[in-house]
């Protein structure tokens, strides 16, 4: 008995990848994966993005937009140091992107109109506020989705240990929304240690998610797993079981996949966390020419509840958690990220995107550390034309609000969509982002 999604097959017989292959060419299998509207506009800046989403929404002061000369019970303990742009400062817990800070475009005036995480995470991927009464709307990765069409590696995946969550939501525009799950994100887990996995595949006595790293070892299982698959019982599979398994059956997506390939050294320099391996894992599918990359920071928001995975939502221990865990993570890992895409010239046809959900209480509450704060935040932005080395908006001297253009979600993903060549009529066409302000400044 081997299972693959939802679907169980009993097996006396094997059945080679030619068999598998032929079965859903009888379908054909081509049409079951394939999506309406799919032509894929060449014309845009870039053929990729990367989406770091840091989901719990660290502290802008802390990090990128510090004040000091704000009060104490604002600005908070750290202190600030120069970074490679001359009068610009970050505070000492990034030290490797301030010595960076010319590789990328920081915005500090972005903002949002939510204040808890699931319905901010959705006003951050779709443009869209949860509750409003209306049809979920698709996320960026899944319009880029729609309009890029499908391949042999899934044109939105999404890197991580689950869909963003806080403890009893999830974020509920992660995906395709009322478009269906054809749509959804291809989710693929990254250990510390490189370890792939990838949900979708529940085969039991035959892959198992050890063997992605040998394709000599995935070619024998393909080979040997038991069954007598036939085009009605490959029809009752769900969509993503049909997408992990053409993924396996394509020699190029199986290698994209495998961290291994990738000199020790490397790996060292993005770190030893699933943040860090997800970003290396994230520039193979750049390379593979994945149309959207979605890196979570974690699954979960919470920075410190048991069960956990610690996302940035620091309302205790901010300034312990930051200094000691977050940030150290967070400036290698980026860092190593940005310098290997521009050292491979990904950049210029690549656009990444990192930011989180809202910023933090720039006054610091009475279990001294900061709460959520919708009002300002920041973003970072590099690659597919972007003008890097240059800040672009600012706050006030306590960080509460811009003072400048305040860039909104929705001009977030227009911006992005039109990075792809998913410009106003096609998103017209699409029936997306009717509004929407393009963040002019970055180009």
């Known amino acids: ?21 032929q079965a859903g060419a009888a379908l054909p299998l081509a049409a079951h994966l394939a999506m309406p509207e799919s032509a894929y506009a ?12 840091l989901w719990g929404a660290p502290s802008h002061l802390d990090t990128f937009d510090p004040k000091p000369e704000a009060p104490q019970n604002y600005r908070g303990p750290f202190t600030t140091i120069p ?14 992107l301030a ?26 991927f779709t443009g869209y506020r949860e509750g409003r009464g209306i049809e979920i709307q698709p996320s960026w990765g899944s319009i880029v989705a729609r309009h890029h069409g499908p391949s042999a590696l899934p044109p939105y995946m999404m890197l991580g240990n689950g869909i963003p969550r806080d403890v009893v939501k999830l974020i509920d525009g992660y995906g395709g929304g009322d478009w269906g ?59 993503k079981s049909k997408q992990a398994f053409t993924l396996l059956t394509s020699r190029n997506a199986v290698r994209a996949l495998d961290l291994t390939e990738e000199s020790v050294e490397l790996r ?36 410190y509840t048991p069960n956990t995975d610690f996302g940035w939502d620091t309302h205790i221990r901010n300034f312990d958690l930051l200094p000691s865990r977050h940030c150290p993570i967070f400036d290698r890992a980026f860092s190593a990220f940005l310098d290997d895409m521009f050292d ?13 959900e809202f910023g933090r209480t720039p006054r610091i509450n009475k279990r001294a550390s900061r709460d959520h704060w919708p009002g300002c935040y920041f973003s970072l932005w590099s690659g597919a034309g972007v003008k890097t080395g240059q800040v672009i908006g600012a706050s006030d001297p306590k960080a509460e609000k811009p003072i400048t253009r305040p860039i909104e979600p929705t001009g977030v993903g227009v911006t992005m969509m039109d990075c792809m060549g998913i410009d106003s009529v096609a998103r017209a066409e699409l029936n997306v982002l009717p509004d929407g302000e393009f963040i002019h400044e970055l180009f």
Not at 1 to 21: L, P, T, W, Y
């Open 99 to 124: 010595s960076r800070a010319d590789k990328f475009a920081l915005i500090r005036s972005n903002i949002t109109h939510d204040g808890g995480h699931p319905g901010a995470g959705t006003y951050g």
């Open 42 to 53: 060449a014309s845009g800046r870039a053929k990729s993005i990367v989406f770091v989403w």
């Open 344 to 356: 491979r010239g990904l950049m210029d046809d690549t656009l990444v995107v990192c930011m989180g």
């Open 268 to 303: 060292q320099d993005y770190g030893q966390s699933s943040f860090g391996q997800s970003l290396l894992l994230a520039r193979r599918l750049v390379e593979a020419r994945v149309p959207f990359i979605n890196v979570n920071w974690s699954e979960y928001v919470e920075a």
């Open 181 to 239: 799950q054809a749509y959804d994100p291809f989710i693929v887990k990254c250990s510390e240690l490189g370890e792939i996995d990838i949900p979708a595949l529940k085969l039991v006595d035959g892959i198992t998610q050890n063997r992605l790293a040998s394709r000599q070892s995935l070619q024998s299982q393909l080979d040997n797993i038991q069954s007598s698959v036939t085009a009605d019982e490959f029809d009752k599979w769900d969509y």
């Open 83 to 96: 970074t490679a742009l001359p009068g610009v400062r970050f505070t000492e817990l990034v030290p490797k």
């Open 1 to 21: 008995m081997f299972s693959f999604g939802k679907f169980k097959s009993s097996s006396c017989s094997g059945v080679s990848r030619r068999a598998f292959v």
